[in-house]
């Protein structure tokens, strides 16, 4: 394909993605290792291929409205969450070979999910009620891990903000465990959380949005963050 073609064709996809993005929210956009984009309309999930930007249905819409979806590492399943605004959402586990879908989870209310590096578990930040009133005026997310294969849940942590991040080699999450509320930001650390035996490790201090972003670099030494302090 040569560059003009791939430049129109590029156009072309992002002006798809602004059409099937639109009514939908939350939005997360999922890419796969072999380059397709998973994207929920009301119509139900679709995928489109990033190379050649042709459009296909991956699984209809049944009577919960698709809202997000995240592949798997290897790119052959995805997990798609269904449900209406506000309320418990089901988590579906599609398999792209086969398109055979079953349910993994329902009743939670997430904000924010990532599938493990080595695809054996699904991390999830959830809406929890209020558990601490006296640092906070508001109930924040919990984060939970899901066993990608029978959906059997652990708690890893509460009152974390609504982004987390996955250690390249899967022993680890990164959250923002928030602490107090000082006008209108939040102070908490940003915590390596293990999947073993391990306590938590902070690794530093943040003040800023309780949605405050941040990413760790493929090799998981380098931390980049978008707050109004760090190490305060």
């Known amino acids: 394909m040569s560059r003009t073609c791939r430049r129109r064709t590029l156009l072309g996809l992002f002006a798809t993605l602004l059409l099937a993005s639109s009514g939908c929210l939350p939005i997360q956009l999922a890419v796969s290792p072999q380059g397709q984009i998973l994207i929920p309309r009301q119509e139900g999930f679709f995928l489109i291929d990033s190379g050649t930007g042709t459009v296909s249905l991956l699984a209809a819409a049944s009577d919960e409205p698709p809202v997000f979806g995240v592949f798997s590492p290897d790119g052959n399943h995805a997990l798609t969450v269904t449900g209406l605004p506000g309320g418990s959402h089901t988590l579906n586990l599609l398999s792209l070979n086969d398109r055979t ?3 993994l989870s329902r009743g939670l209310n997430p904000t924010y999910v990532q599938w493990s590096p080595d695809g054996r578990h699904i991390s999830v930040s959830v809406m929890a009620p209020q558990t601490d009133r006296e ?3 508001r109930n924040h997310p919990e984060l939970i891990l899901l066993n990608s294969e029978d959906g059997s849940v652990r ?3 509460q009152n974390v903000g609504f982004l987390h991040r996955w250690f390249p080699d ?3 999450v990164l959250a923002l465990e928030l602490t107090s509320k000082e006008g ?3 102070r908490g650390t940003l915590t390596r959380i293990s999947l073993g035996e391990e ?3 902070p ?3 943040v003040l800023g949005s309780h949605r405050m972003f941040f990413t760790l670099s493929p090799d998981g030494k380098k931390l980049l963050v978008v707050a109004k302090a760090v190490g305060t």
Request: net charge negative; hydrophobic share 45%.
């Open 101 to 103: 879908e079953r349910v």
């Open 135 to 137: 640092h906070f005026d």
């Open 155 to 157: 708690r890893l942590a």
């Open 170 to 172: 899967a022993s680890a």
């Open 184 to 186: 209108d930001d939040y």
């Open 199 to 201: 306590q938590p490790l």
């Open 203 to 205: 690794i530093v201090s």
